[in-house]
């Protein structure tokens, strides 16, 4: 069940120009939030934006148990947020700062579901898309091939803690080719699955696992269809209430229209219906 709840803010760090972590306190956390999930984040009582906004958990630590070497009770249960100052709402959570005050809804949304048997994980992210996708690849001891693709290199964020964390092939792009390979990330995709044994060979079957812009993860669809793979996708809409009451946020699928915040924000990529 999620529900409003308030929280302190104990770290607002920029990592790059764009992005900022967002550390945060809560007063309670209703439920654990898992991978793929989304908070409606609204900066204080001030209404500006009235809206809140939706951002992926990237990180839930809980305290650590009584009398652990941390002391009684550790530390308390914290969230972290990693987001890309875009618009109104993201400029004003850039200026907020430690001691402040955010209200939360959450954690909302489906998240992602467990690899299916004998499927390795490949995760796919396009720019802050890595903010859903790094927890997936945590809470999957590391366990995945992991293709994270962005603009310039200056866009790239964590990879020392991807380096450190994935134990398959982690595959870097860029669309200028300031680092790793040059291109987008789904012709790094295209390159990586060529070079796999196929399935049809006794080889490794994957499952796609794929967050960043729309138009990536129409080309992560096509692809994963055209090839027979399984693939999950998060999709990010515009989004009001974030509990499923105002409908602004539907996407079309061939069941009909669903809701990102409600039914969402991971879809199989084959249900999505682009348009
Ligand atoms: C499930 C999900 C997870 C996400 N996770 C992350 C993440 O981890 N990190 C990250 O950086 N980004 C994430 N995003 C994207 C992030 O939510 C947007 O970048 C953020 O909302 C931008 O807000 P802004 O106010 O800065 O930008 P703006 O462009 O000013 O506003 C964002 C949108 O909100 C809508 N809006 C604004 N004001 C109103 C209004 N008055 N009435 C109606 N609509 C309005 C507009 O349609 C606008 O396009 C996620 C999005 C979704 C859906
Ligand atoms: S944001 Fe209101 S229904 Fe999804």
Known sequence: MS?????KITGN?????????LVLSPDDIPQRPLPGQFYMIGTDCSYNP???R???IFRYNPPSPPFSKGG???FSEELQFLYRVKGRGTERMKEMKEGDTVSL????GNGYPKPGKNLTPVLIAGGTGIASLFPLAEKLSGNVHF???????DELLLLSELKGLVKKELIISTDDGSEGRKGTVISALNNFLANQPSSASGGISHQLYACGPSPMLEAVSKFAAEKGIK??????ENMACGVGACLGCTVKTKKGYKRVCKEGPVFSAEEIVWI
């Open 72 to 74: 009684m009770g550790g």
């Open 231 to 236: 693939g999950y996708i998060s999709m990010e």
């Open 54 to 56: 939706p951002f992926s």
């Open 50 to 52: 009235l809206l809140k």
């Open 147 to 153: 293709l994270y693709g962005a603009r310039t290199s």
């Open 3 to 7: 529900k409003y709840i308030r929280a």
């Open 105 to 108: 809804l959450g954690p909302l």
């Open 13 to 21: 760090t920029p990592i790059n120009k764009d992005h900022n972590l």
